[in-house]
Every structure is written in structure tokens, then in C-alpha cells.
């Protein structure tokens, strides 16, 4: 059973990191009329969604029984909190590795996003020199801050009885705290004078609900695999996105993906 749940997660992790690279990637360069929406509230609404999503699972364990479910929450959350402030570390490196996506993908190509090149090929479509800059260094800052979250997660998920599920309320719990401060210090001016969901679209909620499934998908992933499996199934993405990226969006070139392999 064990065994089955990693490969499919594995699979549906793969399938989620594509989708959510093309879609975030197309929906922060679509031209619209209005302002943009902002990925500082699009993080702290995928973190409530995951939340939400969690506690239906727990709830479920719970044999769908309401009373079951607090006392859950209020033994393995309330009860421990140094258990629960141990998931404020990565809960924190998360956040300011999702804002950094969206900073990547607003200044990069979805394949460029993922797999950095210098010999970017000069097209109508390219950014400037500045761009490339901010997204390549963003795009290195959170691979950095990835791989130290993944390890420190498996290692909390690995070492404790608690359900992954549980792990990712207390995760997400942080990472509402952290983006909501996010929003406030960054954004905080734009979201009084248009409103904290200002520029959503249908797009943007699928980039939303395809990140709120990463987190549950990676957590599932390091909880019944490990983090370096996790990185096998990031690279197998790494391939499908430049594909696509090549073949349909056209936005790169395949010799930037030959030199730099």
C-alpha cells in the first residue's frame, strides 16, 4: 500500500509542478484591462485552501465525526505547541519560496523558470537583462530555500506519529501568518485601494488550487517517500515544461535546452 501511494504521488506531483509552472507563468504575463492580481494575497489564499482541505481528510480519519475532529485538532495541535512551532521554520522558508516563484515566472520564460540558462537566444518576447536578473536569482533563492525546507519537513514528518495531514495544517497555519504579513508590508497600499482579490480570474484560481495541491502532494511525497524522490519527480517536470513550453507556449528555444544539458 506504501508503495503504491509513493508512486502515485510521485505521478501526481509530476503532473501538479508542470501545470502549476505554465499556468502561474501565463497567468502573470497575460495582458488584461485592470490591475494585475497579486501574488502575495494568491499565496495566502492557496495556504487557507490547504487548510481547508486538510481538515476535510482529518475530519474523514475522524470517521466524520465532528467532536472527533476538535479533539484531534486540540491534541495534536493546541496541545503540543512545541511540536506546532517546529513547523514554523519551514513554514516561513515556504512562503517566501511561493512569492519567489511568482517573482520567477513574472520575470522568465515557464523553462528558463526551471532550468536557468545565460545563453538566452534574443527574441521579440524577451525580457530585459534586469528581468532575467531578478527572476534567475529569485529561481536560485528558493531552489536554496527549497531543499533545506524538504529536508527539515522529512525529517519532522519522519521522526513523529502525527498524520501528514496534521503536519500541513500546522504548516499552513504559519504560512497564512507569514503571507498575510507578506501582504501587508509588500502590497498593502494596492490591496486598500482595490481590494485583497483585485485581477482574479478563473485563471487565477486554478494557479491557487494547483499550489494549495503542491503543498499537499510534496507533503505526501517526502511523508511515504523521501526528499530525493521528490527531486527525481521535479526534474522529470523540469523536461515536460520546456517541451511544452517549446512546442506550444513558443516562448523558448530548444538549443538554450541542448547547450545547457
Not at 537566444?121 to 529561481?139: I, T
Request: net charge positive.
Amino acid at each position: 500500500m506504501s508503495a503504491n501511494l509513493k508512486y502515485l504521488s510521485l505521478g501526481i506531483l509530476v503532473f501538479q509542478t508542470t501545470s502549476l509552472v505554465l499556468t502561474m507563468r501565463y497567468s502573470r504575463t497575460l495582458k488584461e484591462d485592470g490591475p494585475r492580481y497579486l501574488s502575495s494575497t494568491a499565496v495566502v489564499i492557496a495556504e487557507l485552501l490547504k487548510i481547508i482541505a486538510c481538515i476535510i481528510l482529518v475530519y474523514k480519519d475522524s470517521k466524520c465525526s465532528l467532536r472527533a475532529l476538535n479533539r484531534v485538532l486540540h491534541d495534536e495541535i493546541l496541545n503540543k505547541p512545541m511540536e506546532t512551532l517546529k513547523l514554523a521554520i519551514p513554514s516561513g522558508i515556504y512562503t517566501l519560496q511561493n512569492n519567489l516563484l511568482y517573482v520567477a515566472l513574472s520575470n522568465l520564460d515557464a523553462a528558463t523558470y526551471q532550468w536557468p540558462s545565460d545563453s538566452q537566444e534574443s527574441s521579440s518576447k524577451e525580457l530585459s537583462a534586469g528581468s532575467q536578473f531578478v527572476g534567475l536569482m529569485a529561481v536560485l533563492t528558493a531552489c536554496f530555500s527549497s531543499g533545506f525546507a524538504g529536508v527539515y519537513f522529512e525529517k519532522i514528518l519522519k521522526e513523529t506519529k502525527q498524520s501528514v495531514w496534521i503536519r500541513n495544517i500546522q504548516l499552513g497555519s504559519f504560512g497564512s501568518i507569514f503571507g498575510l504579513m507578506g501582504v501587508y508590508i509588500y502590497d498593502g497600499e494596492l490591496v486598500s485601494k482595490n481590494g485583497f482579490f483585485q485581477g482574479y480570474n478563473k485563471l487565477t484560481w486554478i494557479v491557487v488550487v494547483l499550489q494549495a495541491l503542491g503543498g499537499l502532494v510534496i507533503a505526501a511525497v517526502i511523508k511515504y517517500a523521501d526528499n530525493i524522490l521528490k527531486g527525481f519527480a521535479t526534474s522529470l517536470s523540469i523536461i515536460l515544461s520546456t517541451l511544452i513550453s517549446y512546442f506550444w507556449l513558443q516562448d523558448f528555444h530548444g538549443a538554450v535546452f541542448l547547450d545547457t544539458a
